[in-house]
């Protein structure tokens, strides 16, 4: 089945550093990539979608300055959350679409904890 | 507007019981996909059931059915025979149309415990 691996699984940063995470599809091609925040308890919210070889769309209040988002290949898409605070600790997990008619596939997660 | 509702923040069932999962969409696309993702502590996301708006017949897969309603706008995820290994988060997610093409939403989830 489809498989999508998500680096790292978690990570603690220093704040006002910047931390990136990559979201990998290993076995087919991702034409769209999506990434969620999510606070404990509550739901993925999405942030943005990125279509490879385009800008990424953000959703309404997130800043585009603060989470960097590129999806320069197939297979690959990159978050950064630049300079981080501690608010921006939270659970972060990618998902990938190999097309419009197909299912959606998660990575594991990423948990961001800044101190 | 588009938007997922469940209502239930936690249900509480014993082992080998059903138990019914509450989710009622908004859209007003006349296609959409409705999902049921299983989200067990360690964070995955496990992909349960998808109903699309046009099928027929309910979604069944293993355990797990979807009871779908369309003119209520419901989507509710029934489990059979529960087991301890059910207890998890769960959330229905809907596929909607966005300015970058489609993407999922999601409801606020419900927490399922299962005890012996």
């Known amino acids: 089945g489809a498989v999508v691996s998500q680096h790292p699984s978690w990570v603690i940063c220093k704040s006002g550093t910047s931390v990136k995470i990559e979201c990998r599809s290993l076995?087919?091609?991702?034409?769209?990539m999506f990434w969620y925040r999510q606070f404990p308890k509550q739901s993925l919210m999405l942030m943005a979608t990125s279509n490879e070889g385009s800008k990424a769309t953000y959703e309404q209040g997130v800043e585009k300055d603060k989470f960097l988002i590129n999806h320069a290949s197939l297979t690959l898409s990159t978050l950064t959350v630049t300079s981080a605070h501690p608010e921006d600790s939270s659970f972060y997990i990618c998902s990938a679409a190999a097309g419009v008619s197909y299912g959606y596939t998660f990575g594991s997660g990423t948990r961001l904890t800044v101190v | 507007a588009q938007k997922i509702t469940q209502t239930q923040p936690g249900m509480f069932v014993q082992e080998k019981e059903a138990v019914t999962l509450d989710c009622t969409y908004d859209?007003?696309?006349?296609?959409?996909?409705l999902f049921w993702y299983k989200q067990p502590s360690s964070g995955e996301m496990i992909f349960l059931i998808y109903?699309?708006?046009?099928?027929?017949q309910n979604a069944t897969e293993g355990r797990y059915s979807l009871n779908f309603q369309k003119a209520r706008k419901s989507a509710n995820l029934v489990i059979s025979a529960s087991q301890l290994g059910d207890s998890a988060m769960y959330f229905c997610a809907m596929r909607v149309i966005n300015q970058a093409g489609t993407a999922l939403i999601f409801g606020k989830g419900t927490t399922l415990s299962v005890s012996s």
């Open positions: 109903q699309g708006s046009y099928d027929q």
């Open positions: 859209t007003s696309d006349p296609s959409y996909g």
């Open positions: 076995d087919f091609q991702a034409t769209t």
